[in-house]
DNA sequence: TTTATTTTTTAGGCTAACCTAAAAAAATTA
DNA sequence: TAATTTTTTTAGGTTAGCCTAAAAAATAAA
């Protein structure tokens, strides 16, 4: 078994977010980016993790996971969403309350402690913020959902996802009623500034083009 | 807020459990010993944690832990021990495979995660060890327990604490029936090697001096 | 297709936490 | 008290993960 550091752990979790359907090579800067560190470190780290075969490297041309790397990657993740609804469903926590302490959860390492957790939880099929949750297997089924940004007008859909986890957003989604399981309508498309003007069951409120690209909607 | 750094944190637990009611210094040898590692490094160390004000440290003379550091090791014991309880209670971990766990578990550093999960538990006054737990506020009060070994004929008691947390010990202990809560009686001391024959419900056992040392009697 | 810009890598350094070997202080024994 | 042993500290090095500044490669613009 390949054993992983806090921080390598941290490199191929960013690297997966960064490639969702492993289409294309990342590149150094937005890993950097991500992790908020400089690229001149990220080149040390990508040098490494070629070194334990977790990710394809080659100088100059980004990078992407190896099988092992996007397990590993899985894995982490894993771990991060059951901890999240550990957090929310058992000890109360808000759903913009969980992501920074599920960031340190998540490097805990222990199989037994994770799947006695997901037992323990009722096996759940997704995370508090609609982020499915992959199996002991290191299966994850991504859900197709669109962005409220991409709806046309008149369609309808239930809000079962956001891209945004920080608390900023999710408390303004909290204040305004958009969260998991409610139904939206598009009445309107703002072509000047991209808002996006939707109907609940209610009330009918404008969103900006930001807010309408982080909400996620099954149709 | 002083903020202290994983390695830091288990310092200043080993220099805890080192001395319990603060008696007398504990030497730069000890502390290497408990933690695995050289005089060395724990000199070093040991001037850093006096930086920080977290120990009383004067060159050859060994350390105590100032107010600050007595405090942080408390709320490390109490992640530490509500972790095992969680483990023990809900995910269904035998007590002898909450150890080191619970060493991992007892760095993730939020107040509010830790209360909540107190709460959750209902406020257990011991882990699963018999070890008790401290309070939010750090208030800490330690049973009076006496190990077998220090016990005389005849006396009676219920088994209520363990001074060894490792599997090996414990599964032990678990064969054998003598598990917490289990009233047990010293029938006789062999003076020869310091073994001990108790009696329990049915049968009558001997442990060995080691054993009869890291067993803790309410009498 | 040269020139300029952007991206990425290399070179060289820093800090935390460790190590071994040697020096210094304290404790023991003779 | 002097000699020996044990304990502790210092000196000097290592590794992981980070940094800045400079060099090299790739990309875009002229
Ligand atoms: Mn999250
Ligand atoms: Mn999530
Ligand atoms: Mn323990
Ligand atoms: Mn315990």
């Given at each position: 078994m390949i054993t992983t550091s806090f921080t390598e752990e941290n490199y191929l979790k960013a690297i997966f977010h960064l490639s969702p359907q492993e289409a294309e090579a990342v590149s150094t800067n937005?890993?950097?980016?991500?992790?908020?560190?400089?690229?001149?470190?990220?080149?040390?780290?990508?040098?490494?993790?070629?070194?334990?075969?977790?990710?394809?490297?080659?100088?100059?041309q980004g990078v992407t996971l190896t099988h092992n790397g996007r397990q590993a990657a899985i894995g982490i993740i894993r771990k991060h969403r059951l901890w999240e609804v550990f957090l929310v469903d058992k000890l109360n926590f808000k759903w913009d309350e969980v992501h920074e302490l599920a960031e340190d959860l998540e490097h805990i390492n222990s199989a037994k402690l994770i799947d006695s957790l997901e037992a323990f939880l009722g096996f759940p099929k997704v995370d508090p913020h609609g982020d499915p949750i992959p199996d002991k297997n290191g299966v994850l089924k991504e859900p197709i959902l669109v962005p409220v940004s991409k709806m046309n007008i008149n369609q309808t859909g239930i809000i079962s996802g956001v891209k945004e986890h920080s608390t900023l957003f999710l408390n303004y989604l909290e204040k305004t009623g958009l969260v998991l399981g409610k139904r939206v309508?598009?009445?309107?498309?703002?072509?000047?500034?991209?808002?996006?003007?939707?109907?609940?069951?209610?009330?009918?409120?404008?969103?900006?083009?930001?807010?309408?690209k982080n909400i996620l909607i099954a149709v």
């Open positions: 937005a890993i950097a980016e991500a992790l908020q560190t400089k690229a001149a470190s990220v080149t040390d780290m990508l040098k490494k993790l070629a070194d334990k075969n977790l990710i394809n490297y080659v100088k100059y309508k598009v009445q309107d498309l703002i072509e000047f500034d991209g808002s996006v003007i939707i109907a609940l069951d209610k009330q009918v409120l404008t969103i900006s083009r930001d807010v309408a």
